[in-house]
């Protein structure tokens, strides 16, 4: 009898297997079961905005190709020929009706079709399908108020389905204003040697880390706003828990910008006075790898490079109507707290590094890890640790569940 995940992630119990953070069986696993099936984000529609525009970018460790083809249409390609494999495109991002393969010239079109084959007639003598070569297409592609995203599985379920709550919490990055979105000056990019399941948990519901992780960061004035706290609550890990959600940004074209549409954001996102929700949004992550920080407008994708390494992709998002001056207040606002020079990033990224590194001690192996916090008391106002331990349950269902069908996507952990 092979090992289940769920006997490794024990939810119930709140005890991590350490190996689930390090040995590459497992890793190959999600490759397989999460990152093979789940809906995954691919860029914003900015980035892609004219026909033939494209945009590079991964699902798990395969490279892929986001393109708006000729007719407008979006589309996610594994970034391979079809003949011998090497990459159709190296460039970050551009527009180009067509790839052509740099190994022996097959070109694909932005919509996939094979259109140039050298030596069609002399070396094919006409007889390729070119048809049937085309680029390796993912099997759905949907954009949710911009944010695209793709899944290689035609089982997966309609992409507002998937999201389920985290659509909200999305809303308050991207469906805040009248004005569409639109990302800021590329993509910040970095590589760090930690398993990518300690990022993306941590910004989906490591409740407990905040106040002691960043606690110099809070004696900084520009920071001093930003203050969750153990007592936090909420669906999300580092919800506000100011009254005046503006707070956060204590002064400045940020908060005067904000200010501007106040009520049109509660209107939109359906938000009573004095919601305990706040209005500026929080921090979360669409499982697998994508994760939020309303706060300071950004979303990220923490991509795997094996077991024990992960890039991550942060981008700054804006509002596309707001002044220049608030756009360039809201890159810096992200990039002095979340980059790899950023104050908190460093704080974060440093906890993950050593947890990772841990984890692949054959003695250290032998003691599983606690995520204990509220366990046995979770309910709808007490929710520390409930989030985590979500979190991975969600994780250990995906990987032990052979089909879609066996995914239980309205179950939450402690509601039961
Ligand atoms: S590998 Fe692309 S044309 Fe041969
Ligand atoms: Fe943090």
Same mark, same amino acid.
């Given at each position: 009898?092979?090992?289940?995940?769920?006997?490794?992630?024990?939810?119930?119990? *709140?005890?991590?297997?350490?190996?689930? !953070?390090?040995?590459?069986?497992?890793?190959?696993?999600?490759?397989?079961?999460?990152? *093979?099936?789940?809906?995954? /984000?691919?860029?914003?529609?900015?980035?892609?905005?004219?026909?033939?525009?494209?945009?590079?970018?991964?699902?798990?460790?395969?490279?892929?190709?986001?393109?708006?083809?000729?007719?407008?249409?979006?589309?996610? !390609?594994?970034?391979?020929?079809?003949?011998?494999?090497?990459?159709? $495109?190296?460039?970050?991002?551009?527009?180009?009706?067509?790839?052509?393969? %740099?190994?022996?010239?097959?070109?694909?079109?932005?919509?996939?079709?094979?259109?140039?084959?050298?030596?069609?007639?002399?070396?094919? !003598?006409?007889?390729?399908?070119?048809?049937?070569?085309?680029?390796?297409?993912?099997?759905?592609?949907?954009?949710?108020?911009?944010?695209?995203?793709?899944?290689?599985?035609?089982?997966?379920?309609?992409?507002?389905?998937?999201?389920?709550?985290?659509?909200?919490?999305?809303?308050?990055?991207?469906?805040?204003?009248?004005?569409? %979105?639109?990302?800021?000056?590329?993509?910040?990019?970095?590589?760090?040697?930690?398993?990518?399941? /300690?990022?993306?948990?941590?910004?989906?519901?490591?409740?407990?880390?905040?106040?002691?992780?960043?606690?110099?960061?809070?004696?900084?004035?520009?920071?001093?706003?930003?203050?969750?706290?153990?007592?936090?609550?909420?669906?999300?890990?580092?919800?506000?828990?100011?009254?005046?959600?503006?707070?956060?940004?204590?002064?400045?074209?940020?908060?005067?910008?904000?200010?501007?549409?106040?009520?049109?954001?509660?209107?939109?996102? *359906?938000?009573?006075?004095?919601?305990?929700?706040?209005?500026?949004?929080?921090?979360? %992550?669409?499982?697998?790898?994508?994760?939020?920080?309303?706060?300071?407008? $950004?979303?990220?994708?923490?991509?795997?490079?094996?077991?024990?390494?992960?890039?991550?992709? $942060?981008?700054?998002?804006?509002?596309?109507?707001?002044?220049?001056?608030?756009?360039?207040?809201?890159?810096?606002?992200?990039?002095? $707290?979340?980059?790899?020079?950023?104050?908190?990033?460093?704080?974060?990224?440093?906890?993950?590094?050593?947890?990772?590194?841990?984890?692949?001690?054959?003695?250290?192996?032998?003691?599983?890890?606690?995520?204990?916090?509220?366990?046995?008391?979770?309910?709808?106002? !007490?929710?520390? *640790?409930?989030?985590?331990?979500?979190?991975?349950?969600?994780?250990?269902?995906?990987?032990?569940?052979?089909?879609?069908?066996?995914?239980?996507?309205?179950?939450?952990?402690?509601?039961?």
């Amino acid at each position: 009898m092979l090992t289940t995940m769920a006997s490794m992630a024990r939810a119930d119990k *709140g005890l991590l297997d350490r190996r689930i !953070f390090v040995d590459p069986d497992i890793y190959k696993q999600e490759l397989e079961q999460v990152f *093979g099936r789940c809906w995954l /984000y691919l860029g914003h529609e900015s980035q892609v905005d004219k026909p033939n525009d494209f945009l590079g970018t991964y699902m798990g460790e395969d490279p892929v190709l986001l393109t708006r083809d000729s007719k407008g249409k979006l589309h996610g !390609f594994l970034n391979m020929c079809r003949h011998r494999g090497n990459r159709i $495109s190296r460039a970050d991002f551009g527009n180009c009706p067509s790839f052509m393969c %740099t190994y022996h010239g097959w070109t694909f079109t932005t919509d996939g079709k094979l259109v140039g084959v050298p030596g069609y007639k002399e070396a094919y !003598f006409e007889e390729l399908d070119r048809s049937q070569w085309g680029l390796v297409e993912t099997a759905q592609i949907e954009s949710y108020k911009g944010l695209v995203f793709a899944t290689w599985d035609r089982q997966a379920p309609p992409l507002i389905k998937y999201l389920g709550g985290m659509s909200f919490e999305l809303d308050f990055l991207v469906g805040r204003h009248d004005s569409p %979105t639109q990302v800021l000056s590329g993509v910040n990019r970095w590589a760090l040697n930690a398993n990518w399941k /300690y990022p993306a948990d941590n910004f989906g519901g490591d409740d407990g880390h905040h106040a002691i992780t960043h606690g110099s960061v809070r004696h900084l004035d520009s920071d001093r706003a930003y203050s969750s706290s153990f007592a936090g609550r909420g669906g999300l890990q580092a919800r506000n828990e100011l009254r005046d959600p503006l707070e956060n940004f204590k002064r400045g074209p940020i908060r005067d910008y904000y200010r501007s549409h106040v009520e049109e954001a509660k209107k939109r996102l *359906g938000l009573k006075e004095n919601d305990p929700r706040g209005y500026a949004g929080s921090v979360g %992550t669409v499982f697998p790898n994508t994760s939020i920080h309303c706060v300071r407008h $950004s979303i990220r994708t923490w991509h795997p490079r094996g077991p024990t390494k992960t890039e991550i992709w $942060s981008y700054c998002i804006v509002d596309k109507d707001a002044p220049d001056e608030v756009k360039n207040a809201m890159k810096t606002y992200l990039t002095g $707290s979340f980059s790899p020079g950023g104050v908190l990033e460093q704080d974060d990224m440093n906890n993950w590094l050593q947890s990772t590194s841990t984890a692949m001690s054959p003695t250290a192996q032998k003691y599983v890890q606690g995520i204990l916090a509220g366990l046995g008391h979770d309910s709808e106002k !007490f929710t520390i *640790g409930t989030k985590l331990r979500q979190i991975y349950a969600r994780w250990a269902n995906m990987m032990d569940a052979p089909s879609w069908s066996e995914v239980k996507l309205d179950w939450r952990y402690g509601r039961e």
